[in-house]
């Protein structure tokens, strides 16, 4: 049975997914946060590491409040460059553990009009981005061999706070709501990424380094939308009376610059999986869908 450390596991959005979908497919899970002691202590890390004698390590650990990084850059920099630093140059010396990083469409930003591929080049323009990048160049330049660098982007799911669930929250307490229409991304489920993710550590784990897997990959779901249109479709899927009112970000300031434009281009994903990723208004389906049968249940 192959063995999965998953740091973040027990509590984040994406960590949660991967934990319960690793497990529906058999594999054996061990959670890490920092319940258990500081992940910034090397020792700590090394200890946990030779205990739970892992094949792939999932690292989803990361500083995650984008607005909030402008203000704490040595703490989100701690976080977002330090631990996969530190984990890659751990797992250096453990033989064939395979080490899958969470990274992020904001690497990016310019003025792009067409999906990113995975070699474009980054021009992170907040402290989220550039530390998050810099976790990415730590992690390949330290395991180039046995990592990847899975960049995901605009992630929404069961288990914790994310954008749909903050829109479906405020159209139950209000008529309308202003949703900012002029940065595009891939809303993307975390159900998905966490299986898209799993299905390429499988491959490692049967192929090994003829599996083509270590490297840079952008895993989301397929198609395009504005934080508006997501807001939209939520709405409409879940037959709200709320009206969503397109505005331009520059009436939403906020403290953290975003792209305008972060469409992750999936065709290295899709040549993997013989198909695209799902369209996100599917998952999205899927992820409400879901979310009402759970509600239903917990009544
Ligand atoms: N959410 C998105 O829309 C999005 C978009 C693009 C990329 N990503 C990337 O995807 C990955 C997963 O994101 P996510 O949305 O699942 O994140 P999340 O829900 O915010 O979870 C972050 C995890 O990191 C842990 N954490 C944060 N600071 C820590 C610290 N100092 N010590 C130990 N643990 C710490 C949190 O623990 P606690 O629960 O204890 O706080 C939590 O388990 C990240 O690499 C993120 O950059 C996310």
Not at 172 to 180: A, K, T
Request: aromatic fraction near 8%; include cysteine.
């Amino acid at each position: 049975m192959a063995k999965a450390l998953v740091l973040g596991g027990a509590t984040g959005l994406l960590g949660q997914a991967l934990s319960r979908i690793l497990a529906e497919r058999g594999w054996s899970v061990e959670t890490l946060g920092r319940q258990q002691g500081d992940l910034l202590n090397d020792a700590f890390l090394a200890e946990r590491l030779d205990a739970a004698r892992p094949d792939v390590v999932f690292n989803t650990v990361a500083w995650t409040q984008v607005d909030d990084a402008e203000d704490h850059v040595e703490e989100a920099r701690l976080v977002n460059r330090c631990l996969p630093a530190s984990l890659a140059c751990l797992l250096k010396t453990r033989e064939s553990v395979l080490l899958m990083h969470y990274s992020t469409d904001f690497i990016f930003g310019g003025q792009h009009t067409q999906p990113l591929k995975e070699n474009d080049k980054p021009h992170p323009q907040s402290v989220y981005g550039s530390t998050k990048l810099e976790g990415e160049e730590a992690v390949r330049a330290a395991l180039p061999d046995r990592s990847c660098v899975l960049r995901t982007a605009w992630l929404f799911g069961h288990g914790r706070k994310n954008f749909v669930e903050t829109i479906l929250n405020a159209c139950r307490r209000r008529d309308e709501i202003n949703v900012v229409h002029d940065q595009v991304g891939s809303p993307s489920f975390a159900d998905d990424v966490a299986l898209y993710s799993i299905r390429l550590a499988e491959a490692w784990l049967e192929k090994g380094s003829e599996s083509g897997v270590p490297g840079i990959w952008h895993v989301a779901n397929s198609g395009e939308a504005s934080w508006c249109e997501l807001a939209c479709e939520a709405v409409h899927l879940t037959s709200s009376p709320c009206r969503v009112i397109p505005i331009a970000s520059a009436a939403w300031p906020q403290k953290a610059k975003r792209p305008e434009y972060s469409v992750l281009c999936t065709d290295k994903l899709a040549a993997f999986l013989g198909k695209q990723p799902r369209p996100w208004p599917q998952a999205l389906r899927a992820y409400l869908f879901a979310r009402k049968a759970m509600e239903s249940g917990d009544k």
